[in-house]
């Protein structure tokens, strides 16, 4: 079992950035691999990143590539995502998930566990 608690979301201005946590409790996190999700107002939920158990194969939905970036810290067991120039359409409730597999997914069907989500608000 892994409970998985995301913070860092708040409010930042278009153009800024913001980076977001989640912190991992439970027994060898190091075995799954990790995503980010988000779901905007109106609209189903949507892949971010992901990145495999060691921190390697990290993969971004094309909205995000080249502005966000995703990263772990095993010894922490924390999942980050740093996020810049930030858009107002990357306002949203953004999700953290874990799959019990050592692959990182762009698929949120095949994510185990999640976080209740922080939100992020892009003003302009």
């Known amino acids: 079992q892994v409970q998985l608690a995301e913070s860092g979301g708040g409010l930042v201005q278009a153009g800024g950035s913001l980076s977001v946590s989640c912190a991992a409790s439970g027994h060898s996190f190091d075995r799954y691999a990790v995503g980010w999700f988000r779901q905007a107002p109106g609209k189903e939920r949507e892949f971010v990143a992901t990145l495999n158990w060691s921190g390697g194969s990290p993969a971004y939905a094309d909205a995000v590539k080249g502005r966000f970036t995703i990263s772990r810290d095993n010894a922490k067991n924390t999942v980050y995502l740093q996020m810049n120039n930030l858009k107002r359409e990357d306002t949203a409730v953004y999700y953290c998930?874990?799959?019990?597999?050592?692959?990182?997914?762009?698929?949120?069907?095949?994510?185990?566990?999640w976080g209740q989500g922080t939100q992020v608000t892009v003003s302009s």
């Open positions: 998930a874990a799959r019990s597999s050592i692959f990182n997914s762009r698929s949120e069907l095949e994510y185990d566990y």
